[in-house]
Nanobody
């Protein structure tokens, strides 16, 4: 089995910073992309940021310049450093990874359980 475990969510004031972390564990042969999605109440889940194993990043326009994604391929971890947080960033943040469990298996999409980020004064 594969597990993605997130940590680092919480309450932060507008303008503050928060860092989310995610670790993938279990039967893993290789990981392609790792990233973060978020879902606010009443809204669809949206991509926040992602990074391929080769280091290519993709950010939502709404977070460019404020959020930074980083990844440790050796440790199967991904982090999201969030700065200048706004109330509209408040959501449940989900770690996501495209993982191949064996050399012969396809890449499958895996999700963490989600971590709440609350931006409020």
């Amino acid at each position: 089995q594969v597990q993605l475990v997130e940590s680092g969510g919480g309450l932060v004031q507008p303008g503050g910073s928060l860092t989310l972390s995610c670790a993938a564990s279990g039967s893993i042969f290789s990981i392609n992309s790792m990233g973060w999605y978020r879902q606010a109440p009443g809204k669809e889940r949206e991509l926040v940021a992602s990074m391929t194993s080769g280091g290519i990043t993709n950010y939502a326009d709404s977070v460019k310049g404020r959020f930074t994604i980083s990844r440790d391929n050796a440790k199967n971890t991904v982090a999201l450093q969030m700065t200048s947080l706004k109330p509209e960033d408040m959501a449940v943040y989900y770690c996501n990874a495209l993982i191949k469990r064996t050399s012969r298996s396809p890449f499958l999409n895996y999700w963490g359980q989600g971590t709440q980020v609350t931006v409020s004064s």
